[in-house]
């Protein structure tokens, strides 16, 4: 998954994968090819789902996909299966002029699927949807992805991509800051546990700041407490309960892709 | 060359345009004006007029053509040659205008249209080659200005063989040297022009300022084979076909050297120089 703020060069990044764009220095490998001089080999065994996927509107769905089969050398019920798989087939004889953006999206997705391509990359593809579209969206992808095919996705909206990712990629102002498995990315810049802790009376638990192996305190609703170990928590509840403090929540908290995301920043804007 | 796949584009190009009313209605009204209003108009009023200062005007300019072509020109009376040399010599050049105008305002639109829309994006990450997308392009730009130019060219014929053919004893036209300007000289200047105007289409911003460009190509080019197309009528049919010949030749390189100047880059819609 490729994430990064608005400009990091996600979308140049596709264009650069299928070859076309050329870089201005440097090489890519995409399948064991090189887009520059394989691209017709490289297009043929990608299928890309740009961020506002542009169709011929006077068409209907099914004329679109009938020149994306012709172009990708696939056939008609190629076309129609990757309809029904991305729950577009209904519309097919509808002008696509007249589709919503989720109808647009999946029949995007149908077209980028309909040749069986190796590597599917998906720029935004929940951008503009509804969060129920975005749902079923995600959910096909991840079908795809539990298939066996390579997707990479760009994305922003990090919230929706949670679970999906095996590889993170943070790309900023088209460099790659940094790059993993979301576990070892999330040891490697959020290695101490922090536990939210809530109780009747927020006062009371201020003591906490004095107790050993307490590495941090904010307030977000309940307070954060990061510590050098999860083993901490424990003393904190036993000391807590003698000094009469009444805890109403103990919650280890467990990073979200986000959380990773915005720590994976901070960490590379303070290291320059 | 993979040529399902650039018949697919062109396909999708043509029956886009078709599905286009308010792009193909006006140049079918402005085929119908060249090919059958003016004919009608101009002839029609010869016919009806057989005696005027006019008829006699144009009596004296066929007077001063070369002998051969004056021979050429059938007709017992003033008035039925005038008609004649109207239907047959000054008319010829809207066979040229207007297929080439309608293949200009095709092909302006072709490349920057596809990026406009954001199709090219997806034509970009296609395996389609450049070529292949330059040879689609090119075709279905083609298509609908000769189709105007064939299917005018008969239009005209059966207005004039109407409206002259009985004072000259019977349907005379379209003479050998029409055909050999439709079917061979108009051609190879429509290509001229798209293979100009196709590289315009890929290196401007928007469809507005390729059209506005498209005419700094065409206006020459019109003006060019009007010229050629007047001079043929009046020239033996070996220079017709000579010339025919030269403007393929210049036709062919433009058009080879066309695809080179098209980069993929330009159909996602930023600069190839980025």
């Given amino acids: ?272 | 060359m993979r040529w399902p796949m650039i018949k697919a584009v062109i396909r999708i190009d043509l029956y886009r345009l078709f599905k286009t009313k308010d792009y193909w209605i006006p140049l079918v009204i402005l085929g119908g004006i060249f090919f059958v209003v003016l004919p009608i108009v101009l002839l029609g009023s010869l016919g009806l007029v057989q005696q005027s200062g006019a008829i006699s005007q144009i009596g004296q300019i066929i007077g001063t053509l070369p002998e051969a072509i004056q021979q050429n020109i059938e007709g017992d009376n003033p008035a039925t040659r005038a008609s004649y040399a109207f239907a047959v010599y000054l008319l010829a050049p809207i066979a040229i205008v207007v297929p080439l105008t309608i293949s200009s305002a095709v092909g302006a639109n072709s490349i920057v249209g596809e990026r406009e829309r954001g199709t090219g994006e997806y034509l970009a990450h296609s395996p389609l080659t450049v070529k292949e997308i330059y040879i689609a392009k090119l075709i279905a730009s083609l298509i609908p200005g000769y189709l105007a130019g064939i299917v005018g060219f008969a239009l005209y014929a059966l207005v004039v063989n109407i409206i002259v053919g009985p004072q000259v004893g019977g349907w005379f036209f379209p003479t050998v040297g029409w055909m050999l300007l439709v079917l061979w000289v108009i051609p190879p200047f429509i290509a001229i022009a798209l293979s100009l105007i196709l590289r315009l289409s890929a290196k401007v911003r928007s469809a507005a300022s390729a059209h506005q460009a498209s005419s700094l190509v065409t206006l020459p080019v019109i003006l060019m084979s009007y010229a050629v197309a007047t001079g043929l009528l009046y020239s033996p049919v070996i220079s017709a076909a000579a010339a025919g010949f030269i403007a393929w030749i210049i036709a062919a390189v433009l058009l080879i050297t066309g695809s080179k100047s098209i980069k993929r880059e330009r159909l996602l819609g930023v600069s190839a120089d980025a």
């Fill in chain 1, 1 to 272: 998954m490729l994430l990064g703020p608005n400009g990091a060069g996600k979308t140049t990044t596709v264009r650069l994968t299928t070859g076309a764009m050329t870089p201005d220095f440097g090489a890519i490998r995409v399948l064991g090819l090189d887009p520059l001089t394989n691209g017709d080999e490289v297009r043929a065994r990608v299928g890309v789902v740009p961020p506002k996927p542009a169709f011929y509107d006077q068409l209907s769905g099914r004329e679109n996909l009938a020149f994306a089969a012709t172009i990708f050398e696939a056939d008609e019920s190629e076309a129609n299966d990757a309809a029904a798989r991305f729950g577009i087939d209904h519309a097919l004889d509808q002008d696509v002029g007249g589709y919503s953006t989720g109808m647009r999206t999946r029949l995007a997705l149908a077209r980028a699927v309909l040749h069986d391509p190796e590597v599917l990359m998906l720029d935004e593809p929940t951008a503009g949807l509804d969060p129920e579209s975005a749902r079923s969206v995600l959910d096909l992808i991840a079908e795809m992805a539990g298939r066996g095919r390579t997707i990479v996705m760009c994305t922003h909206l990090l919230h929706e991509a949670e679970g999906i990712a095996d590889h993170l990629v943070l790309l900023e102002d088209g460099q790659v800051r940094t790059s993993g498995d979301p576990k070892a990315l999330t040891r490697k810049y959020m290695p101490d546990p922090i536990v939210i802790i809530d109780a009747e009376d927020m006062e009371s638990l201020r003591f906490i700041s004095e107790l050993d192996g307490v590495l941090d305190i904010r307030y977000d609703g309940a307070m954060h407490v990061t510590l050098d170990s999860v083993d901490r928590v424990p003393d904190i509840v036993i000391e807590a309960v003698k000094r009469g403090v009444r805890p109403t929540r103990v919650e280890p908290l467990t990073p979200t892709l986000e959380d990773l995301y915005f720590e994976m920043q901070r960490t590379h804007r303070e290291e320059q």
